[in-house]
């Protein structure tokens, strides 16, 4: 059997320049961010708290759009992943955030990728709802998605490489093979207090050319 070479990538930060969710309170009430504020205490978990502050967004569809423009997706990454699918690399996309502004911003783009993440609908009277992902073989109450069972359960299908920028990307990066893993942010700061060895990257689309020039 064939092996197969497959590429993790966080969404929020990695693929883009910027969180939606942070985008999302920087145009919310102050109070909305109270949510976050409970979640790095311990005190809600990170899905609720992002399920909190996307049902705030009650906004014209048009708004939505406009605030999906300011996450700064990667102007490379069609091309990206274009070049990705030319070497026979799969994408998956593994992320705590909602599915319904990934595809949104991705699929026009005519970027297929298998996405791991909390499903939602938009409703200009209810915001930006998010549900669990309950069916999901890497589903975890905490996050949604659980990243590092994704990982572990892709490993052994052939060559595994990741990417994200975070801390809660740790753990699956941990997983895979050193000249494999793929960091920015949080994430490689992380990996470098651990005299871990990775790749650092700042866009997508020059990860996917480092991978692809191995």
Not at 156 to 172: E, I, K, N, Q, Y
Request: glycine residues 8%; hydrophobic residues 40%.
């Amino acid at each position: 059997m064939d092996q197969e070479k497959i590429l993790v990538s966080d969404f929020d930060g990695t693929m883009t320049g910027r969180d939606f969710f942070r985008l999302a309170l920087e145009c919310l009430p102050v109070a909305a961010s109270s949510c976050w504020e409970q979640y790095e205490k311990g005190e809600m978990s990170h899905f609720d708290a992002l399920a909190a502050i996307f049902a705030e967004l009650r906004w014209p569809e048009k708004e939505m759009d406009s605030l999906l423009t300011r996450t700064g997706l990667d102007e490379g990454i069609a091309s990206a992943f274009k070049d990705l699918r030319a070497h026979g690399w799969q994408l998956f996309i593994a992320s705590a955030g909602c599915s319904w502004y990934i595809e949104r911003l991705l699929f026009p783009l005519g970027i297929e990728a298998e996405i791991h993440a909390n499903p939602g609908r938009f409703s200009e009277q209810q915001g930006l709802i998010m549900e669990l992902p309950l069916a999901s073989p890497y589903f975890c109450r905490e996050t949604g998605i659980d990243k590092t069972r994704l990982v572990q359960g892709v490993l052994g299908r052939g060559t595994v490489a990741f990417a994200g920028d975070s801390r809660p990307d740790l753990g699956p990066a941990l997983l895979v093979h050193p000249s494999n893993r793929f960091a920015k942010g949080r994430l490689a700061e992380e990996l470098a207090k651990r005299g871990e060895s990775f790749k650092k990257f700042s866009t997508w689309s020059e990860m996917v050319n480092t991978l692809l020039a191995r």
